[in-house]
């Protein structure tokens, strides 16, 4: 079965440090992968989404950029962080072919920039 | 653009209550409609999805109906728990690129 992990859980980073977030899928091969963010007490914003390796489609102009080094790996990475990028990080990933595949998302990483 | 609009929130019910909460979309084409669930601190999980016209998706006692002639997509279910307090998110997915549409989720609270 497929199952995907992101990491950390909950992080709380000054203003203009760097981040990087990871999120791996195991048990299916090339994935779509996304980003999401989730504001406190609101809904989703899509971030980022990657149809294959080293291809990135972003969807909100931002300091946050996103990579895929190999076919199940996310990465979520700012150079520096700014206040406003608080908020509840989602990687999820979907089957490339067809619209019958759902989402599947993984924990949520917290994240509290002061 | 594709849209998903969902009933404004916080719903609070009984428990043992019936729950509807409303989903309507707009989309061209044919899309593919899904209710997911988010517990506090926790990602978001599928509830249920239908592909098509008049597909019933179900799931844990809840229910949903694709409705193609009114673009909707209400969730149901007969009798609340407690434990089924949680944000509920209506999403489709598009014919290109892809993406999901969400809505703006509704927050549901039960009270014993």
């Known amino acids: 079965s497929q199952t995907i992990h992101q990491w950390p859980a909950t992080l709380v980073q000054p203003v203009g440090s760097p981040l990087s977030l990871e999120c791996t899928v195991e048990?299916?091969?090339?994935?779509?992968l996304y980003w999401y963010r989730q504001a406190a007490g609101r809904g989703l914003q899509l971030l980022f989404y990657s149809v294959g390796i080293g291809q990135i489609s972003s969807e909100v102009p931002q300091n946050l950029s996103a990579s895929r080094p190999q076919d199940r790996q996310f990465i979520l990475s700012s150079k520096k962080l700014l206040l406003s990028d608080s908020g509840f990080y989602l990687c999820a990933w979907s089957l490339g072919q067809g619209l019958n595949s759902p989402l599947h998302f993984g924990n949520g990483t917290r994240l509290t920039v002061t | 653009g594709d849209s998903v609009t969902q009933m404004e929130g916080p719903v609070t019910l009984s428990e043992e209550a019936f729950l509807t909460i409303n989903c309507t979309y707009t989309a061209t084409g044919y899309p593919s409609l899904f209710w997911y669930v988010q517990y506090p601190g926790e990602g978001l999980q599928l509830l249920l999805k239908?592909?098509?016209?008049?597909d019933k998706g179900s799931n844990k006692g809840f229910e949903a109906t694709y409705r193609k002639e009114t673009t909707s997509f209400h969730l149901e279910k007969g009798s609340v728990q407690v434990s089924d307090s949680a944000v509920y998110f209506c999403a489709l997915s598009r014919s290109y690129g892809q993406n999901f549409v969400f809505g703006p989720g509704t927050r549901l609270s039960v009270l014993p």
């Open positions: 048990g299916t091969s090339n994935p779509n």
């Open positions: 239908a592909t098509k016209a008049d």
